[in-house]
């Protein structure tokens, strides 16, 4: 059973920048095609961007396109989102999981999601 822990959210001002984690716990290797998603109250999950298990194929949501960028480091079995340019709308709790199947940008195609870390970006 892959268990996966986000950490490195916070509060930031617009603007600013922040680097999330995803760590499989204990000695678990995330093979797996990765995704970061998000949440407000009251919302759906939303996409926000999936790499490939070698990762060379990467995929960002249009409101984060340019800003925002997904990587991995196979060997710390761990995957980061580096948000830079941040903006109050990027305000919600962050999750990642790894994909199962069916389409790469709908969270009904991961499993495993890790509790979430909160972003929270002043005006």
């Known amino acids: 059973q892959v268990q996966l822990v986000e950490s490195g959210g916070g509060l930031v001002q617009a603007g600013g920048s922040l680097r999330l984690s995803c760590a499989a716990s204990g000695r678990t290797e995330i093979r797996y095609r990765m995704g970061w998603f998000r949440q407000t109250t009251g919302k759906e999950r939303e996409f926000v961007a999936t790499?490939?298990?070698?990762?060379?194929?990467?995929a960002y949501a249009d409101s984060v396109k340019g800003r925002f960028t997904i990587s991995r480091d196979n060997v710390k079995n761990t995957v980061y989102l580096q948000m830079n340019s941040l903006k109050p709308e990027d305000t919600a709790v962050y999750y990642c999981?790894?994909?199962?199947?069916?389409?790469?940008?709908?969270?009904?195609?991961?499993?495993?999601w890790g509790p979430g870390t909160q972003v929270t970006v002043s005006s």
């Open positions: 999981a790894r994909y199962i199947s069916g389409t790469t940008v709908t969270a009904g195609s991961y499993a495993s």
């Open positions: 790499i490939s298990w070698i990762g060379a194929n990467t």
